[in-house]
């Protein structure tokens, strides 16, 4: 997994691209979802790559701590090993990523 950041001077904004190699993603689909989509399924999917990887790259505000969680196929959660911190999800006994800007 990875977690880059890229913050830009012209504007208060930071590119975060979120990355799951081929070996972590026993599927077919990738979601991000998180509290900068409001938690929505359809609305951030990660491309698959040649190499097998999935990846997406957004810009998100700075100044913030962002929760996060991927969803594999539909079913399967699983977390960002390069969070920069994981806090209870509040839903389940589940922690979810964060993501720092």
Known sequence: MALAKQFLKSKPVCKV???????????????????????NSTDTQLKKQ???TFKTTIEL???????FRY??????????EAADKYVP?????????????
Request: no cysteine; aromatic share 8%; hydrophobic share 45%.
């Open 61 to 67: 505000p700075v100044g913030q701590e962002l929760q």
């Open 50 to 52: 040649k190499g097998g």
């Open 17 to 39: 691209t979120f990355e799951l190699s081929a070996d972590q993603v026993q599927g077919k689909e990738v979601a991000l979802l998180g509290d900068f989509n409001n938690w």
């Open 89 to 101: 999800s509040g839903v389940s006994a589940d922690l979810n990523s964060v993501v720092v800007i």
């Open 71 to 80: 969803l594999i196929d539909g079913a399967n959660w699983i977390n960002d």
